[in-house]
């Protein structure tokens, strides 16, 4: 299966300004997927982000807000735009391989002040 | 509209008991199905998956699951949980016709006492 790395692991960050998550894949995959995980709750898909289309986001989730990249197969960004301290959670990529399955980044944990 | 039901939020057991936590899903074909644990301040840990064949289906740390398509069920089980179980457990299912992104479960707390 596909192997994640995601950068940074953790931050603090000032109240309006932004962060920029990536995720580096050990191999080529066509569908990866961004997921919020606000304290003490389950994960909430952000958005689907296919190369070569647009990125798809779930209700409740605007581009303004939150600008995904993905410029080739093996990589993607997520920033945090104008952040509060709503925004303090675990950002997390993922990406799906036909029989291998779902593989998790290990997660950016974000801290708003 | 396509859902996960973890009934449960919050389940205690005793060191050595037997566990059942259920998950529900409202899907329209068969989708795959996930069950996920997390310690607190720590990653997402794949217990195991069922994409097809035998509706039994072993995981890792001696958890099984059984999906059950006529109640839309996908229920882990364990016959002794160790306090080391202790954990949040998120059930996930995903569908080729919701693009593959994998809807969680609100989760389960479990609780072990002594």
């Known amino acids: 299966s596909a192997v994640i790395s995601q950068k940074p692991s953790r931050d603090i960050c000032q109240r309006g300004t932004s962060l920029t998550i990536q995720c580096q894949v050990d191999s080529q995959v066509t569908m990866m997927f961004w997921y919020r995980q606000q304290p003490g709750q389950s994960l909430t898909l952000i958005a689907t982000a296919n190369q070569g289309s647009e990125a798809t986001y779930e209700s409740g989730f605007v581009i303004d807000k939150f600008p995904i990249s993905r410029p080739n197969l093996t990589f993607s960004t997520l920033t945090v735009s104008n952040m509060s301290p709503e925004d303090s959670s675990i950002y997390l990529c993922s990406v799906v391989q036909g029989g291998a399955g779902y593989t998790f980044g290990s997660g950016t944990r974000l801290t708003v002040v | ?114």
Do not use: M
Request: hydrophobic share 35%.
């Open chain 2, 1 to 114: 509209a396509q859902s996960v039901t973890q009934p449960d939020i919050h389940i205690t057991v005793s060191e050595g008991a037997s566990l059942e936590l259920r998950c529900n899903y409202s899907y329209g074909a068969t989708p795959y199905l996930f069950w996920y644990v997390q310690s607190p301040g720590q990653g997402l840990q794949l217990l195991l998956k069922y994409f097809s064949g035998d509706t039994l289906v072993q995981g890792i740390k001696g958890f099984e699951a059984e999906f059950k398509r006529s109640q839309s069920s996908f229920n882990l089980r364990k016959p002794s949980v160790h306090w080391s179980d202790a954990a949040e457990y998120f059930c996930a299912v995903g569908a080729p016709n919701s693009g593959y992104a994998l809807n969680f479960g609100k989760g389960t707390s479990l609780l072990v006492t002594p």
